[in-house]
Each structure stands twice: as structure tokens, then as C-alpha cells.
């Protein structure tokens, strides 16, 4: 029986890639998303991968989504965190709410995934969590204050938590992408792309979401079982940790 694997935030971009490389590699793949459903049904007709809708930033929602998820594909062994959001803003013109938002969903978020499904696997000894996490929660940068510092979370939970899950099968792990050309960032003012963000890039080139991908299934498979509280990086070489 194939491996079940939920991706949150997997209806468009990064995440999406990472669905569909998971179903390919044989995966009975799950995507969670929170807003555009229009997209999330293309997709889902596209790929003949499932789609449920919730809020990562809601605990309660969370815990009712995964277990749909749960009854209707079987118990979550791989748990994919991609789900995020941006609120950018310089410090001293950020709101509160920007900051909520952020932290709530692109922190939070990753708590309100694992814990409900962190039980069982630990019950059944194996899991594979997987946290999203960014070069700019390597690095800083500004104006991302808040996406910056949820992202550095990220990568202190990973550590923390796979402490807690090595000696009962589960891997916990980070990937930290750098600038990936998904539809986002391929809308940025072209000026801006070839003169302040591919300079800094040593290969020369924004990353693919199939890249990204290929380090998930990696991380998500047996083969990875003594890699764990690691962050990989995918930036072609922009920041090296």
C-alpha cells in the first residue's frame, strides 16, 4: 500500500511540484490549500491528486482537515510544510497584523500540521516531516522581518523536533530554497530580476520548483533514514551555510 503523503499549500508554485513528484514516485499524495479554489481544482483535474481546503493558521481546522485526509487515503506517514505567506513591509511601516499573519501561518502553521499527526507516527515508528523553509531564514533580508524570522523557526523546530523523533523512526528536515522561478517570481520587474537578484546567484539562473521537489522525495523516502535536523539548501550557491 502506497506510502500517504500530505503537502500544505500544494495547490500552485513549489508546492505543487513537490505533489506531483511525490505522486510519481508512488506516493498516494494529499494537497491542502487555503484560497483559490479555482486553482486548487485545476489541479487537482490536472494531476488526479485530491485537494482539501482549511487554514494551516488555524489549530482546530487543522486537525479536522488532516483527519478527512486520514479517513479517506489512510494514516499520514509524510507531511510536507510549504505552506506560507508574505506580508513584507520595512520594520518601522510594518503593522501588527502583518506580523500575525506571517507568524501564524508560516510558523504556527507548521506546529498545527505536525502535532495532530506527530501521535501516530510515532505510534506506528516512521514519519517524514519535511518544513519549507527559505534563504531568507538563513540570511535575514529586509523588509522581511516577519517571513524572515518565521522562517529561521522553521529550521530551529526542524532541529529541535528531530531530536525528539530519531529514536522512534522519524526524520525531521528543512529544505531552504533561494530565489525559485515560480509564477511569483517570474512577475518581478524584469530590470530587478537581471540586475539585482541573478547577479548574486553564482550559477546564474533561478532555481526550478522540480528541484526543489527532487530534495523532498529524497527526504521523504527510506533511503534518507540517517539524514535528520538538516537544512538543505537549493539557492545555486547565493548563500552558503
Request: glycine residues 12%; proline residues 3%.
Amino acid at each position: 500500500m502506497a506510502r500517504v503523503a500530505l503537502v500544505t499549500g500544494g495547490s500552485r508554485g513549489i508546492g505543487a511540484a513537490i505533489a506531483i513528484a511525490l505522486k510519481q514516485a508512488g506516493y498516494s499524495v494529499a494537497v491542502n490549500y487555503s484560497s483559490d479554489g479555482d486553482t486548487a481544482a485545476r489541479f487537482s483535474a490536472d494531476n488526479k491528486i485530491p485537494v482539501y481546503r482549511w487554514d494551516v493558521s488555524d489549530y482546530q481546522a487543522c486537525v479536522a482537515g488532516i483527519a478527512q485526509v486520514e479517513a479517506e487515503l489512510g494514516p499520514i506517514e509524510v507531511l510536507i510544510n510549504n505552506a506560507g505567506i508574505t506580508r513584507d513591509a520595512m520594520f518601522h511601516k510594518a503593522t501588527v497584523e502583518q506580523w500575525k499573519e506571517v507568524i501564524d501561518t508560516n510558523l504556527n502553521g507548521i506546529f498545527n500540521m505536525t502535532h495532530p499527526v506527530w501521535p501516530g507516527m510515532r505510534a506506528r515508528k516512521f514519519g517524514r516531516i519535511i518544513n519549507i523553509s527559505s534563504i531568507n531564514g538563513q540570511k535575514g533580508q529586509a523588509g522581511q522581518v516577519n517571513y524572515s524570522a518565521a522562517k529561521a523557526g522553521a529550521i530551529g523546530l526542524t532541529k529541535a523536533l528531530a531530536q525528539e523523533g530519531a529514536r522512534v523512526g522519524i526524520t525531521v528536515n528543512a529544505v531552504a530554497p533561494g530565489y525559485i522561478g515560480t509564477e511569483m517570481v517570474r512577475a518581478m520587474d524584469e530590470t530587478v530580476l537581471q540586475e539585482r537578484v541573478l547577479p548574486h546567484i553564482p550559477v546564474g539562473r533561478l532555481g526550478e520548483p522540480e528541484e526543489v521537489a527532487r530534495i523532498v522525495v529524497f527526504l521523504a523516502s527510506d533511503n534518507s533514514g540517517f539524514i535528520t535536523g538538516s537544512t538543505i539548501t537549493a539557492n545555486g550557491g547565493q548563500y552558503m551555510a
